[in-house]
């Protein structure tokens, strides 16, 4: 677990050798759960939304994740939230290519299986011109 940023040539040097690095303590992810979390709500009104795939209509629910979906993507908080973990790490983002977060929701079973909601199978994360020293956070 590391706590606090680590210097870029490091990040880098254990990144590469396969280390699995943990940042612990990371306030503006603590506050984008809490974003994610009122934007659930929101999206789904008075269901809950651990139960909202089951208590409302198929369509009901699909179109709740896409609005849901959409709005994360084009918030821009979400984005300022997103900038500033990658800082706490230690990621100078002017020397980063990134790409908006995404919010990626999977239900239980396959009857919501649309493509908003689709189960991701095995799969290799590729970005741009398939770079080849791609991290994903």
Request: one cysteine or more.
């Amino acid at each position: 677990m590391i706590s606090g940023a680590l210097e870029e040539g490091l990040r880098r040097e254990l990144d590469y050798a396969g280390d699995l690095l943990v940042f612990k303590d990371v306030g503006s992810m603590a506050e984008l759960c809490d974003l994610v979390d009122e934007l659930i709500r929101e999206a789904f009104g008075a269901s809950d939304p651990l139960r909202a795939q089951f208590e409302l209509e198929k369509d009901d629910c699909l179109h709740g994740v896409e609005a849901l979906q959409k709005h994360f993507r084009k918030n821009e908080q979400t984005k300022r939230l997103f900038m500033a973990a990658l800082e706490s790490a230690g990621v100078d983002p002017r020397r980063a290519f990134w790409d908006r977060p995404y919010l990626r929701v999977s239900p239980h079973g396959d009857e919501h299986g649309e493509r908003r909601t689709s189960k991701l199978g095995l799969h290799r994360d590729t970005w741009s011109s398939n770079v080849y020293s791609q991290t994903n956070w």
